[in-house]
């Protein structure tokens, strides 16, 4: 792929999360499965932005995987890989506080990353 055809989305993120991923100890971010992620696919770029800053940073999409709810996404893709700071119980509370239960009902992505360099 070259350089003309790589999609970079761009997308907010705490700080907590976002200093997760810069130190490269987060690799799993997710995200409801809302309609402008559908395509989100393996080789796209995500450029991060701390909320209400210019602060960015950029990953490279490894991998999308659906789930059905967020229970089942840290439970395929281990807590650790998501929030190494937070245990399972935590993680689920922090996310359903994001995304309300209508919003998970749309389904859940695991977005498997790796930072650019």
Same mark, same amino acid.
């Given at each position: 792929?070259?350089?003309?055809?790589?999609?970079?989305?761009?997308?907010?993120?705490?700080?907590? &999360? !976002?200093?997760? $991923?810069?130190?490269?100890?987060?690799?799993?971010?997710?995200?409801?499965? &809302?309609?402008?992620?559908?395509?989100?696919?393996?080789?796209?770029?995500?450029? !991060?932005?701390?909320?209400?800053?210019?602060?960015?940073?950029? $990953?490279?999409?490894?991998?999308?995987?659906?789930?059905?709810? !967020?229970?089942?996404?840290?439970?395929?893709?281990?807590?650790?890989?998501?929030?190494?700071?937070?245990?399972?119980?935590?993680?689920?509370?922090?996310?359903?506080?994001? &995304?309300?239960?209508?919003?998970?009902?749309?389904?859940?992505?695991?977005?498997?990353?790796?930072?650019?360099?």
């Amino acid at each position: 792929m070259n350089d003309n055809s790589t999609r970079v989305r761009e997308l907010n993120l705490y700080r907590r &999360y !976002f200093d997760l $991923v810069t130190a490269g100890t987060k690799t799993i971010e997710v995200r409801v499965k &809302y309609p402008h992620l559908a395509d989100l696919a393996a080789g796209d770029t995500i450029r !991060f932005r701390v909320k209400g800053t210019d602060e960015t940073c950029e $990953v490279r999409v490894k991998r999308v995987t659906e789930y059905t709810d !967020f229970e089942a996404l840290l439970d395929g893709e281990g807590p650790s890989n998501v929030n190494p700071t937070a245990t399972l119980d935590e993680q689920l509370a922090n996310i359903r506080a994001i &995304y309300p239960p209508e919003k998970e009902a749309l389904g859940a992505l695991a977005i498997h990353m790796e930072l650019c360099s």
